[in-house]
């Protein structure tokens, strides 16, 4: 595992599952979301939910943290974002099934949710 700084990054530490084989649900939720819109500067707000059965890893919540808090100040569209956050928590963790969604604020009149799944 690699030490643990304070500041944003885009590394998923992970820790092996303690019961892999059992199917279980993990279920995240962070409602402090922030990313920029990619055409206005303007700062986007979401809840992101995260929910999956871990196989073999199960990712550390402190770099999870660390990992959502990087897109603070980058530009990006609601629907590259949650395709991103799912393709990179499938990279770390490889797991039986994960569900991102997430749940933006409502930005000119519209309410925007993205799902984004993916199963082995």
Not at 23 to 43: A, M, N, R, S, W
């Amino acid at each position: 595992m690699s030490p643990m700084s304070s500041q944003p990054q885009k590394t998923l530490d992970t820790f092996p599952n303690p019961n892999p084989g059992r199917d279980y649900v993990i279920h995240f939720e962070c409602p402090e979301f922030t990313c920029l819109c990619p055409k206005t500067g303007q700062p986007d707000f979401a809840t992101i939910r995260i929910e999956y059965v871990p196989d073999k890893l199960c990712v550390e919540l402190k770099s999870l943290k660390f990992y959502l808090w990087s897109y603070r100040n980058e530009g990006t569209f609601h629907e590259a974002v949650t395709n991103k956050i799912l393709d990179d928590l499938v990279k770390a963790t490889d797991p039986r099934r994960v569900k991102v969604v997430a749940d933006f604020y409502i930005r000119g009149g519209i309410h925007t949710v993205v799902t984004a799944e993916h199963q082995k």
